[in-house]
């Protein structure tokens, strides 16, 4: 008989994150983390249909913080739209005419 472990919603937070910002496997993640593969994809499917809600991705943070990141976020992915189109044009006139 199995004793079934009831993990914290920090500790999810944290596996959903190595999943997003690790180059390893779903699978080797949850291994390391000594939970099964299923489990961490049935946490993956959590935090992505609870997406507007910052609770699960990050379970310490109260609503003006949730606001804030959600706020950076959306600064973080503009600043890096504007810097690949820099570095397009950057490579467009650095061209040699000739």
Same mark, same amino acid.
Do not use: N
């Given at each position: 008989?199995?004793?079934?472990?009831?993990?914290?919603?920090?500790?999810?937070?944290? +596996?959903?994150?190595?999943? /997003?910002? %690790? $180059?390893?496997?779903?699978? #080797?993640?949850?291994?390391?983390?000594?939970?099964?593969? !299923?489990?961490?994809?049935?946490?993956?499917?959590?935090?992505?249909?609870?997406?507007?809600?910052?609770?699960?991705?990050?379970? +310490?943070?109260?609503?003006? /913080?949730? %606001? $804030?990141?959600?706020?950076? #976020?959306?600064?973080?992915?503009?600043?890096?739209?504007? !810097?690949?189109?820099?570095?397009?044009?950057?490579?467009?006139?650095?061209?040699?005419?000739?």
């Amino acid at each position: 008989m199995s004793k079934r472990v009831q993990h914290t919603s920090t500790f999810k937070a944290e +596996a959903i994150h190595l999943v /997003e910002t %690790s $180059e390893k496997s779903v699978t #080797q993640i949850a291994h390391d983390l000594g939970i099964s593969a !299923r489990t961490l994809y049935h946490w993956l499917e959590e935090a992505e249909a609870s997406a507007e809600s910052p609770s699960l991705a990050y379970p +310490a943070t109260k609503g003006a /913080e949730a %606001s $804030e990141i959600k706020r950076l #976020q959306r600064e973080l992915e503009t600043v890096r739209q504007e !810097r690949d189109i820099l570095k397009k044009a950057i490579s467009v006139f650095s061209r040699d005419p000739s």
